[in-house]
């Protein structure tokens, strides 16, 4: 039986984690001063966009200090109980992450109808300039996030939720400009529909792939049946089977299999180039087993 690793990248995953942690916090930090100066307008102006926006916002902090959580639970060594560590925390994160946000849109939703039924007037000078600050820390925002969410999902959410949170308040600015120019009032409640919209869609994605990844679906990221065409193409295997593929985390992903060669002699080489289709794979965690033609597998615990 052979038993693989490919954790070439460990080396690299502290200094990693400790920029990924200081960038998160700069976000917390950034995302919590302005979501308090909003709030402010919003209840001082009357203007649900503006608190609706706020309350978003407020979730998006919930957001990131959940991944900087994960990011931190992820850092932590292994033991006997954990043998895996903590990383699948990050993965809980993303999961939370996205809850959050349906949440979200289920109360901007109750307070757009409330608007549309009763509504009332709105300062648009105080939306377009609070909104506009929104661009700026928000687009500074969705910059120190992009280079830490590729590859991983965790960090992709709260990227996505940025970005998002880049375009919607862009769009409240535009309602403020149209309130100043025509005095229709209703665009607001307009806005706040749209920005729930505009969450439901950057949310959904996210929820798909995290309760795929919770229920140790096959990350999407993998492509499983090119990976078994590979390892039955290898010279020497003559079957292929127990082939198994999960997320560790939302970076770290694991794969065991059973591949039957031709001859002993072949196995270091076979076990080889097994190891190579997987880490060009993206799995970083393989374990191979091999047997020889006629051996007997039934499924539990194969020697």
Not at 88 to 98: E, F, G, P, R, V
Not at 104 to 132: D, M, N, Q, Y
Not at 244 to 262: E, F, G, K, M, N
């Amino acid at each position: 039986m052979g038993h693989t690793h490919n954790h070439h990248h460990h080396a690299e995953s502290m200094p990693q984690d400790k920029s990924t942690r200081a960038t998160l916090v700069l976000c917390i930090v950034l995302n919590l001063a302005f979501v308090a100066i909003e709030a402010a307008v919003g209840f001082a102006s009357n203007s649900l966009g503006l608190l609706s926006d706020a309350g978003h916002n407020l979730g998006d902090v919930l957001s990131l200090a959940i991944s900087l959580l994960a990011v931190g639970m992820a850092a932590r060594a292994a033991n006997k109980h954990f043998t895996y560590g903590y990383k699948k925390s990050t993965i809980l994160a993303s999961l939370a992450n996205a809850v959050i946000l349906f949440v979200a849109v289920g109360a901007i939703l109750v307070e757009c109808i409330s608007k549309f039924r009763h509504p009332e007037t709105v300062s648009g000078e105080a939306v377009t300039w609070t909104a506009a600050v929104g661009i700026v820390v928000n687009g500074l925002t969705t910059l120190l996030l992009m280079g830490k969410q590729k590859g991983d999902l965790n960090m992709r959410g709260a990227f996505v939720h940025m970005m998002m949170d880049t375009l919607v308040s862009l769009g409240v600015v535009v309602s403020g400009i149209v309130i100043i120019c025509t005095g229709w009032t209703w665009v607001d409640a307009l806005v706040s529909l749209v920005i729930a919209l505009v969450i439901v869609a950057s949310a959904w994605s996210l929820l798909r792939e995290s309760l795929n990844l919770s229920l140790d679906g096959v990350p999407g990221s993998i492509d499983i049946d090119g990976m078994e065409a590979k390892v039955k193409s290898i010279n020497g295997v003559a079957g292929l089977h127990h082939l198994h593929v999960w997320a560790i985390s939302t970076t770290d992903v694991a794969a065991t299999l059973h591949i039957v060669v031709t001859d002993a002699a072949a196995m270091p080489r076979v076990k080889e180039d097994v190891r190579n289709i997987m880490a060009e794979a993206g799995v970083t965690h393989c374990t191979v087993e091999c047997e020889l033609p006629g051996e007997v597998c039934h499924g539990r615990c194969c020697c």
